[in-house]
């Protein structure tokens, strides 16, 4: 901040050639922008520039005055555009910075060209064209060789970050390694605060690709190193993203509070800076700690924020990021055609950018959480993509999920008997081939009809059952499990007084029958006294995200009692969500409901079913009837 302040004392000296204030003023409004103050750096500009989009004055300038203040002003448009979100600045950026170094190298000033390309090399990170970006910043290191200052270790972080961007993390390390002797020399807080937070942000990397717990250790005392650093700058913008990393690291190991509470300064921080693309990236880290806690609801609001921030900018490395987490969110909503047009745009995203790691991992993502939804030609096409986006990859854990979806595709593809292109005749078995189609199609019939034969038989086209049953129990006793299992009959679900009474309630404490009751009305609890007295386990629930969220959890119900108004969530979606996914397509629903349409809408479904809200001997009969009739 001394030099700050002493560049401003001699601006104000009136004696100053137009040479000499233009420089002073790029030198100052370079402080201001390694602090992250993008908006003082602009204005120290002065009448030199006016702002994004517009011409700057360089009357009076020499040839190597103007090339600074076109490096300056070509800086300033790529962090103020980055910040702000502005479509187009970083192609803007872009035409100024090689300007600047045409008319650099035209005077041999290789140093100042190699500083103006380390700036160029960064914009195209921004834009996720890492290839690009790590070239022009092995050209800034040649150019900057020679020297032993601050631009050189400028420079240095910018290539840390590009490898760690590519997921190159051993890559970063060595960097990081190499480089370490030149930060300890030097006398920037701002420089050793970046080092530091790069350092943890590198080792918490490894610590997920390598499974040690211990790289989490080293990665949070380095954390506190460039907090110490950044405190001392007074940087605040460098702060907010230390704390930003921290509400991440500690989601990772499962500190949910203090991962929030992280999250919760950062953005505070960038909220005063109005820095919208790190809020931007907040809100993606916060839906990325919410998704390990279960709340995928919160998590989809949340990153659906990040995304439609992040398409007004040109950052499509962080867009496709988000778009990957927004995609994940979706399909563990069990919105699998809305995940996979997300997920299949984070995609192209991130390959249009170039950031061919980021692409792969969509890919991934692609399979890990829609295989069942996907037909099988495009899984395979998809993991063919993945297998050639991480060719190069130099991330393990990427390699291990590329191998475990692969397995994934095979399983998938040759879970269900298709029309080989040629065939072995010599292996060939007729009879084989018909019993595997036999049996697919019993299968997605079981499925179909919840799991009652005789639905089952009546979709297949059979007249009797009994023909399906022995199918069942001969040749496709494989496929028994899929059935409904035929439970015990009770004469009644009124709780019984006397000698039988006493019989019930000993076979009702063997029971392990599970209830899902979603009712916020209080008049309900007559409902759950009743069945908790019949010895049914019931776990009710109070409003209607939270009945989403315990619905899409992994938990098994026997049954879903559910009321049709609920905190703004209404029991039909309620039972579309429970359709939607695998462990709940069979189990038996009620709904609870004055609507006649709601009725009508259950017809459809063979174990869907409404009851009057205050019929209690309508819902009780038909408990009754789900869990004593023959499903056969």
Not at 246 to 260: E, M
Not at 429 to 456: M, N, P, Q, W
Request: aromatic share 6%; glycine share 6%.
């Amino acid at each position: 901040m001394t030099l700050t302040r002493d560049l401003i004392l001699q601006l104000s000296d009136s004696s100053l050639s137009a040479d000499e204030q233009a420089v002073l003023r790029c030198n100052l409004a370079k402080e201001f922008s390694e602090s992250g103050n993008y908006q003082a750096a602009r204005d120290a500009l002065g009448e030199i520039w006016q702002g994004m989009g517009q011409a700057f004055s360089s009357k009076e300038l020499s040839t190597a005055v103007r090339a600074k203040v076109l490096m300056s002003v070509g800086a300033l448009t790529g962090w103020i555009g980055s910040t702000q979100q502005v479509q187009g600045a970083q192609e803007l950026a872009k035409n100024l910075l090689s300007e600047a170094i045409a008319i650099f190298e035209s005077l041999q000033d290789l140093e100042s060209a190699g500083e103006a390309r380390g700036e160029l090399g960064y914009c195209y990170w921004r834009e996720g064209a890492l290839d690009e970006s790590r070239i022009l910043l092995t050209e800034s290191l040649r150019n900057l060789q020679q020297t032993n200052d601050d631009r050189k270790a400028t420079v240095i972080l910018r290539s840390v970050i590009v490898e760690e961007s590519a997921r190159r993390y051993h890559d970063a390390l060595r960097i990081h390694i190499e480089a370490a002797p030149l930060f300890q020399r030097s006398a920037n807080a701002v420089l050793k605060g970046k080092f530091h937070h790069l350092f943890g942000f590198v080792l918490r990397k490894l610590s997920e690709v390598e499974l040690r717990r211990d790289y989490i250790d080293q990665a949070l005392i380095e954390y506190a190193a460039a907090s110490f650093y950044f405190q001392e700058a007074e940087l605040m913008r460098h702060q907010a993203c230390v704390e930003n990393n921290l509400g991440f690291l500690f989601g990772t190991i499962s500190r949910f509070s203090d991962a929030h509470q992280h999250l919760d300064l950062a953005q505070t921080l960038f909220t005063a800076l109005k820095d919208c693309v790190h809020l931007a990236q907040v809100d993606e880290t916060r839906a990325r700690v919410m998704l390990a806690e279960g709340r995928v609801v919160e998590a989809e609001k949340t990153v659906r924020t990040s995304v439609r921030t992040l398409e007004k900018g040109d950052e499509q490395s962080l867009l496709a990021e988000a778009l990957t987490t927004h995609g994940i969110a979706q399909a563990r909503l069990q919105h699998p055609e809305q995940a996979r047009e997300t997920l299949q745009r984070a995609l192209e995203v991130a390959q249009r950018a170039g950031d061919l790691e980021s692409a792969g991992n969509a890919a991934l993502v692609l399979v890990e959480e829609l295989v069942a939804y996907i037909p099988n030609d495009d899984l395979k096409s998809t993991i063919d993509l993945a297998r050639e986006l991480l060719e190069n990859t130099q991330d393990l854990s990427a390699l291990k999920r590329l191998a475990n979806c692969s397995a994934l595709v095979l399983t998938q593809v040759h879970a269900s008997p298709r029309f080989p292109g040629k065939v072995d005749w010599a292996t060939f078995s007729f009879r084989t081939r018909l019993l595997e189609y036999e049996a697919h199609f019993i299968k997605l019939a079981l499925e179909d009809a919840g799991g009652v034969v005789s639905r089952a038989a009546r979709l297949l086209g059979f007249n009797h059952h009994q023909s399906l049953l022995s199918m069942l129990n001969g040749r496709h006793e494989i496929l028994r499990h899929r059935e409904t299992p035929i439970l015990p009959r009770r004469r009644s679900i009124i709780r019984q007084a006397g000698e039988n009474g006493n019989r019930a309630s000993k076979r009702r404490s063997k029971r392990k029958t599970r209830i899902f009751l979603a009712a916020s009305d209080p008049e309900l609890s007559s409902v759950r006294e009743n069945l908790e007295q019949l010895g049914f386990e019931v776990e009710q629930c109070n409003d209607g995200t939270t009945a989403m969220e315990r619905i899409a959890g992994g938990k098994n119900y026997h049954l879903l009692l559910l009321n049709n108004e609920i905190s703004g969530v209404s029991g039909s979606q309620l039972a579309r969500l429970a359709r939607s996914l695998t462990h709940h397509r069979r189990t038996p629903i009620i709904i609870l409901s004055e609507n006649p349409d709601v009725e009508q809408s259950t017809q459809s479904d063979p174990v869907l079913f409404s009851c009057q809200r205050d019929d209690m001997e309508s819902i009780t009969a038909t408990i009754n009837q789900l869990f004593h009739r023959d499903s056969h």
